[in-house]
């Protein structure tokens, strides 16, 4: 395979440089909060795509370190995000963002 050794990872590591760029959390439970616990460490712009998040979300929302939209992420706004992460259990989530 070219020459490439592939080892199997499980996880891919990454890391960006989020500071003051847009990052887009798609999906408001569990999966999300756990995701969110990690970002809200970080000097990047969350907004959390859910039409109910879960009370701590919205917590932070109340706090002012995240913004939560009630609508389905758009493609202007899937352009602009540094880092978007699908946090649902659902395949809904896996549609194409609408123009």
């Not at 616990?37 to 995240?66: C, S």
């Amino acid at each position: 395979m070219c020459g490439i050794r592939r080892y199997g990872f499980k996880n891919f590591p990454i890391f960006l440089n989020v500071k003051q760029k847009h990052i887009s959390v798609i999906g408001g439970g569990d999966t999300a909060i756990g995701k969110l616990r990690l970002l809200l460490k970080t000097e990047g712009q969350i907004t959390v795509d859910d039409n109910a998040p879960a009370l701590e979300i919205r917590n932070w929302h109340d706090a002012g370190v995240l913004t939560i939209s009630q609508d389905s992420l758009t493609a202007k706004q899937a352009s602009n995000a540094c880092f978007i992460y699908v946090a649902q259990k659902t395949t809904a989530a896996m549609r194409p963002p609408r123009s």
